[in-house]
C-alpha cells in the first residue's frame, strides 16, 4: 500500500521548512531557520513583549497546493521557549488531475516550552486528492494548544466537495500517545452522515494539553456556547483538552476556536490571550 501511495506523487513542488527556537534570557528567538522551495516565515516579534511569545507566521508563496506537490514543516521550541505560529490567510488544497499532494507537519515541543499551532483554515477544493498529517511531540513539561480547521468544498461559492482527502492529527508526549486521530474524505458521504460532519462542511479540532481543572473545560464551553449556528463539543480526556467545533463557514468555526483559546490561554501557558495581528486584516 506505501509504494502505491508513493507512486501517486508525481513530480510537483518540493519544500521544507524547518524552524527551531531557542530561550535567551527571558525572550524567545528563532535560532535556525533552514527551508527550501516555496516554504518561509516573515520575520518574528514580539507583541506580548520581551517575555512573551514570539509569534511567527508561515508563508506559501505559491498560494495553494496541487497534486504532486510535497511539504514539510518541522518546528522545535527549544526549552522554556515561548512560541505561537499561525499563518497570514487560509491554506488551499486544489483539484487534482491524478496525483497525490502530501504535507507532513511535525512540532517539538522540549521541558518547560509552549508551543501555540493556531493556522488559518484548510480549504479543501472539490477534486482535491492529497494527505495532511500533523503530530506534536511533547517532552515532560511541555505544553500544546493548536487547532486545526478544514473546509471541505467551498460553500460561499457554492461549490461542494468531492475528493480524497486523508487528515492525521497525533499528540505524544514522551513516547506515549495522547491523541491518535485519522478521518478520510473520500467523496461527501461523511459531509451529511449523523455519525460524520451532520451536514456542515466546515470543522475544528483543537487540543490542549496539561488541562487538570473542570473549570476550564467548563469555561471553553461557554466560549464556543455564544456562538450561534455552529456545533460543539469539548471534553477532558487523562489531561488533555479536546474541542470540536462543526459549522457552516470557516469564519464562524475559527472565531468559536479563537473565543475558545482566549479562555484557554491564561489558564494553560499563565499569560492573557493576546490575538495576532493578522488575524484582523
Not at 507512486?7 to 525572550?27: D, N, P, V
Not at 498560494?63 to 505561537?84: F, I
Not at 486544489?94 to 509552549?114: E, F, I, K, N, W
Not at 494548544?145 to 475528493?163: Q, T
Request: net charge positive; aromatic share 6%; glycine share 12%.
Amino acid at each position: 500500500m506505501r509504494a502505491r501511495a508513493d507512486a501517486e506523487i508525481a513530480t510537483g513542488w518540493r519544500a521544507h521548512l524547518g524552524l527551531s527556537f531557542a530561550r535567551q534570557g527571558e525572550r524567545t528567538v528563532l535560532a535556525r531557520r533552514a527551508h527550501g522551495g516555496p516554504l518561509t516565515v516573515q520575520r518574528p516579534f514580539h507583541p506580548e513583549g520581551p517575555a512573551g511569545a514570539c509569534h511567527v507566521y508561515l508563508l506559501h508563496p505559491p498560494g495553494g497546493v496541487v497534486g504532486g506537490d510535497v511539504l514539510d514543516v518541522a518546528v522545535h521550541a527549544g526549552p522554556h521557549s515561548r512560541v505561537l505560529i499561525t499563518t497570514p490567510a487560509a491554506s488551499k488544497l486544489y483539484r487534482s488531475a491524478g496525483p497525490c499532494a502530501q504535507l507532513t507537519q511535525t512540532l517539538r515541543v522540549d521541558p518547560g516550552a509552549q508551543l501555540e499551532w493556531l493556522p488559518q483554515p484548510t480549504i479543501a477544493f472539490a477534486g482535491v486528492h492529497a494527505r495532511v498529517a500533523t503530530r506534536v511531540e511533547l517532552a515532560p513539561g511541555g505544553r500544546f494548544i493548536g487547532w486545526e480547521i478544514l473546509c471541505l468544498g467551498r460553500p460561499d461559492s457554492g461549490e461542494r466537495y468531492a475528493g480524497r482527502l486523508g487528515m492525521a492529527l497525533e499528540l505524544w508526549q514522551d513516547g506515549a500517545p495522547l491523541w491518535l486521530e485519522r478521518a478520510h474524505y473520500d467523496g461527501a458521504a461523511l459531509l451529511d452522515a449523523p455519525f460524520g460532519l451532520r451536514g456542515q462542511c466546515v470543522s475544528g479540532t483543537l487540543l490542549a494539553t496539561l488541562v487538570s481543572e473542570e473549570e476550564i473545560v467548563g469555561a471553553v464551553r461557554a466560549a464556543v456556547e455564544a456562538h450561534a449556528g455552529v456545533l460543539a463539543g469539548a471534553s477532558n480526556v487523562d489531561g488533555v483538552l479536546a474541542l470540536r467545533v462543526l459549522g457552516p463557514q470557516a469564519q464562524a468555526v475559527q472565531r468559536a476556536l479563537i473565543d475558545a483559546w482566549a479562555a484557554l490561554r491564561p489558564a494553560v501557558l499563565g499569560r492573557p490571550a493576546l490575538a495576532p495581528r493578522i488575524w484582523a486584516t
